[in-house]
C-alpha cells in the first residue's frame, strides 16, 4: 500500500490454515510428494508469501503459469524446485536458461526450441484427453523426446471433481506412457486428482484450489479449511424507508423502514454482482444480507440487526467458497482469482 494510507479492503489470510491444508493434502498422496500450484499471484493471495508458507510446511515443487511469475518468486525459492507451465516461447528463452526454473514443454515446436538452446533438465506435459496444452499422447514419435532431460513427465485430469468416465482414461493412458517415456518422476493429479485415490498420485501431486479453501470434492469437506476471509469498512450508515429503493436499477424495494450500511467494496474488486440477492456480510457470526445490486465499487448491507455498527467498523464478506460459489454461480476458481489489488492482504495466524 501507499505509505501512510490504509486500504478500507482487506482480505485476512490464515497462514496456519494454509499449511494445514497442504499437510492434509501430503498426506493423501501418500508415498509421491506433494507440490503445489502458485499461478495467478497464488490464486490471488500472493504468490511469494504463499511460497514462504509452504517452504515452512515442508514443500518442495512449486508451480507457475509464466516466466514473469517465475520471476516474481525465485528470489524466495530457497533451493526448491520451480516449474513454469506455459513452457518456453523464443521471448522467454534468454531468462529461462539463466535460471534454475524448469519449462514445461507442451508442443514440437517447444521442445526443439530447448534443444537448441541446450537447455538442460525439463518437465514435459502430455495431453491425455483435456485438450488444452500438451504433446498428444497418440502422436508422440518416439524420437522427439530423445536427448531431452526430463524432470517431470506431466498430464492434467480434466474431470477429477466429478465421477467421470475421462478420469479412467486419461489414468490408463498416463499410466502406459509412463512405461513408454523415460522420466524421473510421473505426475496427473490435481487438487481434485489426489482425492480419487492412489493409483492416480504417481510421484508427485500438483494440488491448487483446495490449498486455498476451494473444495475440490466432497470428501474434502471435513478437512479442507478456510485461507481467505474478506472484510470491507463501512462508509456510510442510513436509514431507508418503507417504499424507497436501493441500488443500481431500483431492484430491492424496502417493505419496513431499515437500518443499511453502505461498504466500500464492489465489482472492480471481484465481488462481483452474482452475489446481489444471495450474498451477506458477517459479523461476529450475525448474517447481514446484501439490498440490491452490486455497483463497482460499494454494496449496501442490511444491518438493521446490528445497532451498533458504525461509519469506519469492519464486515467480514461471507466467502466460504464453496457457499460462495453456490451464492454467485461462479467457479471457486474466479472467486480466488479474481479478488483485487485494492485488498490489502493480511497475513493471519489464527
Not at 490435481?190 to 491448487?208: E, K, V, W
Not at 454482482?273 to 440490491?292: C, H, I, N, T, V
Amino acid at each position: 500500500m501507499t505509505d501512510n494510507l490504509s486500504a478500507p479492503l482487506a482480505l485476512h489470510l490464515d497462514g496456519a490454515a494454509l499449511r494445514a491444508n497442504w499437510n492434509w493434502l501430503a498426506r493423501q498422496s501418500g508415498k509421491a510428494q506433494c507440490g503445489a500450484a502458485i499461478k495467478a499471484n497464488g490464486y490471488g493471495l500472493g504468490a511469494r508469501e504463499v511460497l514462504r508458507h509452504l517452504l515452512d510446511a515442508g514443500c518442495r515443487d512449486f508451480f507457475v503459469a509464466t516466466w514473469a511469475e517465475a520471476a516474481e518468486v525465485l528470489p524466495d525459492l530457497n533451493g526448491a524446485s520451480l516449474s513454469v507451465l506455459h513452457g518456453v516461447r523464443d521471448e522467454d528463452l534468454d531468462f529461462a536458461l539463466r535460471t534454475p526454473a524448469r519449462p514445461v514443454l507442451n508442443s514440437a515446436e517447444q521442445v526443439a526450441r530447448w534443444k537448441r538452446s541446450g537447455g538442460g533438465p525439463c518437465d514435459v506435459m502430455i495431453d491425455t484427453g483435456m485438450n488444452r496444452l500438451g504433446l498428444r499422447a497418440d502422436d508422440l514419435a518416439p524420437s522427439l523426446l530423445e536427448g531431452l532431460e526430463i524432470e517431470t513427465l506431466c498430464s492434467h485430469l480434466a474431470c477429477a471433481d466429478e465421477d467421470h468416465a475421462l478420469n479412467a482414461l486419461q489414468l490408463a493412458t498416463f499410466s502406459a506412457l509412463t512405461r513408454r517415456v523415460s522420466a524421473r518422476r510421473y505426475s496427473l493429479a490435481n487438487s481434485a486428482g489426489i482425492l480419487l485415490g492412489a493409483d492416480f498420485a504417481f510421484d508427485l501431486t500438483r494440488p491448487g484450489l483446495a490449498l486455498y479453501g476451494g473444495l475440490p470434492r466432497p470428501a474434502a469437506s471435513e478437512h479442507i479449511k478456510q485461507v481467505v476471509r474478506p472484510h470491507a469498512q463501512i462508509l456510510q450508515r442510513r436509514e431507508i424507508r418503507r417504499g424507497e429503493t436501493v441500488g443500481y436499477g431500483a431492484t430491492f424495494t424496502a417493505d419496513r423502514p431499515i437500518e443499511a450500511a453502505v461498504v466500500n467494496l464492489g465489482y472492480a474488486d471481484g465481488y462481483l454482482r452474482a452475489f446481489a440477492g444471495s450474498g451477506a456480510m458477517l459479523k461476529d457470526g450475525l448474517r447481514l444480507p446484501l439490498l440490491g445490486r452490486v455497483s463497482m465499487d460499494l454494496t449496501v448491507v442490511d444491518v438493521t440487526l446490528a445497532p451498533e455498527l458504525r461509519e469506519g467498523d469492519w464486515l467480514e464478506v461471507e466467502y466460504d467458497l464453496p457457499t460462495a460459489s453456490a451464492q454467485s454461480g461462479l467457479s471457486q476458481y474466479e472467486l480466488l482469482t479474481g479478488l483485487g489489488r485494492r485488498f490489502e492482504r493480511r497475513w493471519i495466524e489464527q
